[in-house]
C-alpha cells in the first residue's frame, strides 16, 4: 500500500511519478512552466475582475456609465504579453516533441503488440515474439513498433512520460531511454472494452550484464525452434512472394527485397515514400496504392490472406535483407 501511495504521490515530486527516463525532467519543466503560467494568469485575471466588479458596481438607480475610449499602450501590452507566452510554449513543446519523436540511429528495436487485454513484446533482433515483460537495458535507446491485433490500445508508461496509441492494421513508432534501474508499470490508456483496466504490464529496466544474460536463458518465451526471420523466410518462399521479388538484389517483376527496407522509393506518380512498416504494410494489404516507378505489373491483395503475425515476420525478414 506504501508502495502504491509513493508510486502515486512520485518519488520527490508532489504529484509527479518517478523520472526514469531522459526525457522525462524535461517535460515535467514544460508542464510545469505551463501549468504555473496559467496559474499565474488565472488568479490576475479573476482578482482584476473581481475587484473591479466590486469597484464600479451601480451604486444608485440613476447611476450610467460613462463612454470608455481606447487605451493603447494598454492595448499593445495586452497582446505582447500573451503572444510572447504563447511563442516560449511552442517553440519549448516542439524541442521537446521533437526529442521525444524521433528514436536515435541504431536503437534497440521492439515491436510492442496490443490484444485485448494484454501487451506483449517481439524481439525481431533476437527471435524472440511473445514476451510477456518490456526487459531493457538502463542507458540505452529503444525504439518501440507498435500496433493492435483487434482494437484501439495505447500503451502509457508514465514514469517515461511515454504514450502511444496502438492502432491495427498501422505502426506507430516511439522510444525511450531507461536513466533509472527498477520495474515501471505500463498501462492502456484507450478504452478497448471489459477488461480495458487490467490491460497492464511491465518494462523491466536492468544492467547491461543483466540483459545478455537474459537473452541467454529465458527461452521460455520462445515460440519453438523457429525464429520470426525463419518464420519471414519461409512465409516468403510460401505466399508466392519471391516470384516476383528476389532476395539476391536481381530485378524480376517486382522490387527486390535486398537491401529495400528504410529507402526512399520514387513513385510512378513522381512523389516519393520512405519503405518503413507501414509502407510494406500497406503493399501487402492494398499493393496499387503506391507503385514504385518502373514496375507496373499488377500484384494480388494479400488481405484476408496473411494473419499479423505474418505480415510481422515478413517485415521482419525483409528488414534482415
Ligand atoms: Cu487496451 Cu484499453
Not at 15 to 34: I, R
Not at 163 to 176: E, L, M, Q, T
Not at 272 to 279: G, K, S, W
Amino acid at each position: 500500500m506504501n508502495e502504491v501511495l509513493n508510486y502515486a504521490l512520485g518519488d520527490g515530486s508532489f504529484w509527479m511519478p518517478p523520472q526514469a527516463s531522459s526525457v522525462a525532467s524535461e517535460v515535467d519543466s514544460l508542464y510545469a512552466f505551463l501549468l504555473w503560467t496559467s496559474a499565474v494568469c488565472f488568479i490576475a485575471i479573476v482578482g482584476v475582475t473581481g475587484y473591479f466588479v466590486v469597484k464600479y458596481r451601480r451604486r444608485s438607480d440613476g447611476q450610467r456609465t460613462h463612454p470608455i475610449a481606447g487605451h493603447r499602450r494598454l492595448e499593445i501590452a495586452w497582446s505582447i504579453i500573451p503572444a510572447a507566452l504563447l511563442i516560449v510554449m511552442f517553440v519549448w513543446g516542439v524541442r521537446v516533441w521533437v526529442k521525444q519523436t524521433v528514436p536515435p540511429n541504431g536503437a534497440l528495436e521492439v515491436r510492442v503488440n496490443g490484444v485485448m487485454w494484454n501487451w506483449n513484446y517481439d524481439y525481431p533482433q533476437y527471435g524472440f515474439t511473445g514476451v510477456d515483460q518490456l526487459v531493457v537495458p538502463k542507458d540505452t535507446p529503444v525504439k518501440l513498433v507498435i500496433n493492435a491485433h483487434d482494437v484501439i490500445h495505447s500503451f502509457f508508461v508514465p514514469a517515461f512520460r511515454l504514450k502511444r496509441d496502438a492502432v491495427p492494421n498501422r505502426y506507430n513508432v516511439a522510444w525511450f531511454e531507461a536513466v533509472e534501474l527498477g520495474e515501471f508499470p505500463v498501462y492502456c490508456a484507450e478504452y478497448c472494452g471489459d477488461a480495458h483496466s487490467q490491460m497492464d504490464s511491465v518494462v523491466r529496466v536492468v544492467t547491461e550484464e543483466e540483459f545478455q544474460e537474459w537473452l541467454r536463458t529465458d527461452h521460455v518465451f520462445c515460440p519453438g525452434p523457429e525464429g520470426p526471420l525463419d518464420y519471414g523466410q519461409r512465409l516468403y518462399e510460401s505466399k508466392g512472394c519471391r516470384t516476383c521479388h528476389s532476395v539476391d538484389g536481381s530485378k524480376l517483376v517486382g522490387p527486390t527485397f535486398r537491401g529495400l527496407f528504410g529507402t526512399t522509393e520514387k513513385l510512378a506518380d513522381g512523389t516519393e515514400v520512405l519503405v518503413d512498416e507501414n509502407y510494406v504494410r500497406e503493399s501487402m494489404m492494398n499493393p496499387n496504392a503506391k507503385v514504385v516507378q518502373g514496375y507496373d505489373a499488377v500484384m494480388p491483395t494479400y488481405k484476408g490472406k496473411l494473419r499479423d503475425e505474418q505480415i510481422n515476420a515478413i517485415i521482419d525478414y525483409i528488414k534482415s535483407l
